[in-house]
């Protein structure tokens, strides 16, 4: 599943989408930013953006099913449904095909200078990780603030494969935003 998803959605086309989608959200409700608004109504906006993104996928904000079961993540790489000792973890914002193990982006989004950003590494790196329930076969980390972006990280196979921190402050100064 994961060779398809990366012949049809290379890193570089994932890029420009979602690029394509926070410069909507700082076009049309950057006074959520602006404002301190709360987490999840920015990544609600952006799910929006990211939906007219990836038309023909399902995006959505806190979603914490596998099926009918909860989302969990074991501490350890394998997969048990009924483990006690995993945590019900539920992303920020996820591309994905419902019902189906299509799990194509997971998104986790902090405000600039907001919490410590370790816990939501850490769910990316598990929730891409080849082995594991979920096989996302993209993660990204995305700090935001009423400036511009201030970081976006990619996420493949368990671990920071690249950043797009620069591509995304670039496309932001194009339009204003940003140093």
């Not at 095909?97 to 997971?106: E, F, H, M, P, Y």
């Not at 986790?108 to 950003?117: I, L, N, S």
């Amino acid at each position: 599943m994961c060779d398809e998803l990366s012949k049809r959605f290379p890193p570089e086309d994932v890029k420009k989408r979602v690029i394509a989608a926070v410069l909507a959200l700082y076009r049309h409700d950057r006074e959520l930013l602006d404002i301190g608004a709360n987490e999840r109504s920015i990544t609600h906006k952006l799910a929006e953006h990211l939906q007219r993104e990836f038309p023909y996928w399902h995006v959505d904000c806190e979603y914490n099913r596998r099926g009918h079961d909860t989302k969990r993540l074991n501490t350890n790489s394998q997969c048990r449904h009924n483990d006690l000792e995993a945590k019900t973890v539920i992303p920020d914002i996820i591309v994905h095909r419902r019902g189906t193990k299509q799990n194509l982006i997971v998104i986790e989004v902090k405000k600039a200078g907001g919490q410590e950003e370790t816990e939501d590494i850490e769910k990316l790196e598990r929730f891409t990780r080849p082995e594991g329930c979920y096989r996302y076969r993209y993660g990204l980390f995305l700090s935001l603030d009423s400036n511009g972006a201030d970081k976006l990280e990619l996420y493949q196979a368990g671990k920071c494969a690249e950043a797009w921190t620069d591509e995304l402050c670039n496309a932001l100064k194009v339009f204003g935003y940003g140093g």
